[in-house]
């Protein structure tokens, strides 16, 4: 089992920053692959970042150029740098993780964290 928990979200202004941290235990090894991914009020959840165990990283075209995934295995931990922030960003924000990276960008990861509130105010 792997428990993964979610932290650093809240409320900011438009065009201010955020960073999200995703820790993980128990049995990570080989669960290598993780995700952030977002689900706002009446929209369906979506993908942001992934990152592979040897840092290959994939971006939602809505977040290129202002957010950064990356991870510190020393920590296992996964962060999610969010700069110039819009209202758009408004969501709850999930970290996930599966042996397959394929299941990442599928959004069928097998271990999910409980989520963190982004709020951007305008």
């Known amino acids: 089992q792997v428990h993964l928990v979610e932290s650093g979200g809240g409320l900011v202004q438009a065009g201010g920053s955020l960073r999200l941290s995703c820790a993980a235990s128990?049995?990570?090894?080989?669960?290598?692959?993780m995700g952030w991914y977002r689900q706002a009020p009446g929209k369906q959840r979506e993908l942001v970042a992934g990152?592979?165990?040897?840092?290959?990283?994939t971006y939602a075209d809505s977040v290129k150029g202002r957010f950064t995934i990356s991870r510190d295995n020393d920590e296992n931990t996964v962060y999610l740098q969010m700069n110039s922030l819009n209202p758009e960003d408004t969501a709850v924000y999930y970290c996930?993780?599966?042996?397959?990276?394929?299941?990442?960008?599928?959004?069928?990861?097998?271990?999910w964290g409980q989520g963190t509130q982004v709020t951007v105010s305008s």
């Open positions: 990152i592979t165990g040897e840092a290959y990283t």
């Open positions: 128990g049995n990570i090894f080989g669960i290598p692959n």
């Open positions: 996930a993780s599966d042996p397959t990276y394929r299941r990442i960008l599928t959004l069928h990861p097998q271990y």
